[in-house]
């Protein structure tokens, strides 16, 4: 009992003093090329500072993936120089598999995936031998499902998803059964089972369960998604309009502009060219204003849409010249800038359909995840049906 | 020399590990055939990971008999190996 009471009071004194601010200011004073310098900094030595260094991880997660690798890899080194007293063992195998999983998070949000799972795999080794751990190699799995998702293997990630959301029940972690019950959506919603993802959407919101506000309007937004697909548009609408109301409370900037994205190619697909492409103009804008280039040109690319269903073809032209520009300005993948030009030709000759523009959009989101997959535009008819076979 | 809040600090440690380890043990010895030596070791063990999983944790009870017998379950399966 003494051990676990000794235990207990230093790690509560080691979490007070990692917030208390040093550890913040020493982290905003380097820069991200010098982070690995900062092993040695003895603020840095204790277990609860490398604790929080797991919280800037995450808040370094959504603008700077770079930055947040960098913290991962120091997080690594930290964890393979901890001392072990006062604390069990088990709690170094635990943070060192945060530490991995981190890593592995980042590659997945700088689009290496492989480098993911690399680092998933490292903090499985660690925690699979210790029964103790079960709900942390939950955690860690919830992870790998989500990268395995991206590389479109479904079955695998299910499979996972189904394993971690057992011990999520079994542990009274409603937080994060809602996380995997999500993702088990969003599986189905990229194998275009569009009417079953948006049940498990509308399920989630109607349980029970605490949900984290930024997790409602992402629920939102993808139900909003899936209705779009489907052509329920009052319900696509009402959805994506709430979502973006709660991102604006939450003062989430990006994600509001993401949500008018959405809201704006719902207009498109109904039939509202016109007032689609005024309102997507500005949502360009502030994606470009962002540095968010590839979703600029997906936006740009709902644009140039709306444009060939009202045949503006020398709109629809000269916006996707712009698109490529700024695709080749930025060094964004060749494929997707080849796959533009497919388009931008196709328009200039009057061969373009609103199809085709569908079509270089899917297959622009599609390297996001398959980098090296090859446009195929001879399986396409100018008229952008698929020949029969 | 501690201060009143450390002490209190300390004394929450001491009526929490109080407060499990004998149920916890009990899961080992009554659920999995575990000596009580044994079981009472493992039930050391996932209190104190349990210090360090704090953050992840919604519902202590609930998180450390789940815990305890995925322990347990593991340590049966590696002795059924032996």
């Known amino acids: 009992m003494e051990a676990f009471a000794h235990a207990y009071y230093q790690l509560e004194n080691e979490r007070r003093v990692a917030a208390g601010g040093e550890i913040d200011a020493l982290l905003q004073k380097t820069p991200t090329e010098k982070l690995p310098e900062l092993v040695e900094h003895p603020a840095l030595r204790p ?23 960098a913290v991962a890899e120091l997080e690594i080194s930290l964890a393979e120089n901890l001392a072990q007293p006062p604390y069990h063992n088990l709690s170094i195998v635990q943070i060192r598999a945060y530490a991995w999983r981190d890593l592995g998070i980042a590659h997945r949000a700088l689009g290496r995936l492989q480098e993911s799972l690399d ?27 989500v990268t395995l998702q991206e590389l479109e293997r479904f079955d695998e990630a299910r499979k996972l998803l189904a394993q971690s959301k057992r011990m999520f029940i079994q542990h009274a ?12 959506g969003v599986i189905l919603q990229r194998s275009k089972h569009y009417r079953e993802a948006r ?38 609408e009402a959805n994506l309009r709430r979502a973006i109301a709660l991102n604006q409370q939450l003062a989430q900037t990006i994600e509001v502009t993401k949500g008018k994205a959405a809201l704006g190619r719902l207009f498109i697909r109904r039939g509202d060219s016109a007032d ?35 045949g503006n073809f020398t709109g629809a032209e000269m916006l996707s010249r712009k698109i490529i520009a700024e695709f080749m300005k930025a060094g964004l993948n060749k494929r997707a800038i ?35 997959r090859d446009f195929l535009p001879r399986q396409l008819t100018v008229s952008g049906r698929l020949p029969e076979s | 020399m501690r201060s009143k809040n450390n002490t209190t600090s300390v004394d929450h440690a001491a009526a929490l590990y109080n407060q499990y380890i004998a149920e916890l043990s009990t899961i080992g010895t009554s659920e999995f055939q575990m000596t009580p030596a044994e ?44």
């Not at chain 1, 500072?49 to 690798?69: C, M, V, W």
């Not at chain 1, 509308?202 to 779009?228: D, M, Q």
């Not at chain 1, 492409?277 to 709902?302: N, S, V």
């Not at chain 2, 704090?54 to 340590?75: E, G, N, V, Y």
């Open chain 2, 39 to 82: 079981a009472g070791q493992l039930a050391h063990e996932v209190l104190m990971v349990s210090i360090t999983s704090l953050p992840r944790i919604q519902d202590m009870r609930a998180w450390l008999t789940a815990s305890m017998r995925s322990a347990a379950a593991k340590a049966q399966r590696d002795r059924a190996k032996v």
């Open chain 1, 199 to 236: 049940d498990v959407y509308k399920n989630l919101l109607s349980s029970s369960a605490k949900i984290e506000p930024p997790v409602i309007a992402a629920v939102h937004r993808v139900i909003g998604l899936c209705s779009t697909e489907l052509g329920d548009f009052p319900d696509a």
């Open chain 1, 173 to 184: 972690d409603d937080q994060r059964l809602v996380l995997a019950t999500f993702s088990e």
């Open chain 1, 47 to 69: 277990f609860g500072a490398l604790e929080y260094l797991g919280k800037i991880f995450n808040d370094a997660l959504a603008n700077d993936p770079k930055r947040a690798k």
């Open chain 1, 276 to 310: 689609g492409i005024t309102y997507l103009r500005p949502i360009r804008r502030e994606f470009l204003r962002h540095g968010l280039i590839e979703e600029a040109g997906i936006c740009g690319l709902e644009i140039v849409e709306g444009m060939l269903a009202l």
């Open chain 1, 119 to 145: 680092a998933f795999a490292v903090a499985e080794t660690g925690l699979l031998p210790h029964g103790a751990l079960d709900h942390d190699l939950a955690i860690v799995h919830l992870s790998v499902a």
């Open chain 1, 338 to 372: 080849s796959a533009l030009g497919y388009l931008r030709e196709a328009i200039a000759s009057s061969k373009a359909s609103t199809a085709l523009a569908s079509t270089v959009r899917e297959y622009i989101v599609s390297l996001r995840t398959t980098p090296e």
